[in-house]
């Protein structure tokens, strides 16, 4: 089943944040960090694109795309924009991406990456956590593969491109 997507506007601040915490590190989620209600509307603001999967008009997926110099990127792509750069340059920076549980396994992921894919130049950049494999294995499916690994506070990650 297809589910309509469409570009994020201010109006769905809250409802992305809902579901952006509900997946984050401190609710064991696989997302990176937390997402307060402020730090989604910064993202927001300073996302090149940010886009939205809706079943009966409830938010269930959000994708953010930022260009690698955007103020609000986390430390860890800034990190990356650091150690990287040649992999950077030209490209940009590929999530958050998250689907609500219930949905995910219905091609929402590819339908999220290849509609922001569209709206991009470049290539998309993103980086998983290493112990993360099943975001791991779904990105592969897109066509993303691992092109560096690093450390980072203690952990590792990869970085991906498309």
Known sequence: MSY??????????????????????SQQ???YGDYPH?????????STNAIVATDQEQIIAVVFSF???SFSLPPIAQEINRRFPSLTYNNWFYGPVCIDKS???KSLLTELYQYIGALQGG??????????????????????????????????WWVISG
């Open 38 to 46: 402020d730090k989604v509307e910064a993202m927001y603001q300073s």
């Open 67 to 69: 260009p690698v110099s």
């Open 4 to 25: 309509p997507l469409r570009k994020m506007t201010f109006a769905d601040i809250k409802a992305v944040t809902s579901l952006l915490q509900e997946n984050s590190q």
């Open 103 to 105: 949905y995910r396994g």
């Open 123 to 156: 290539r998309p950049i993103a980086f998983i956590n290493s112990e993360n494999i099943r975001s791991l294995k779904a990105h592969q499916k897109l066509g993303m593969n691992i092109v560096e690994n690093f450390q980072f506070q203690g952990k590792a």
């Open 29 to 31: 989620g696989g997302l």
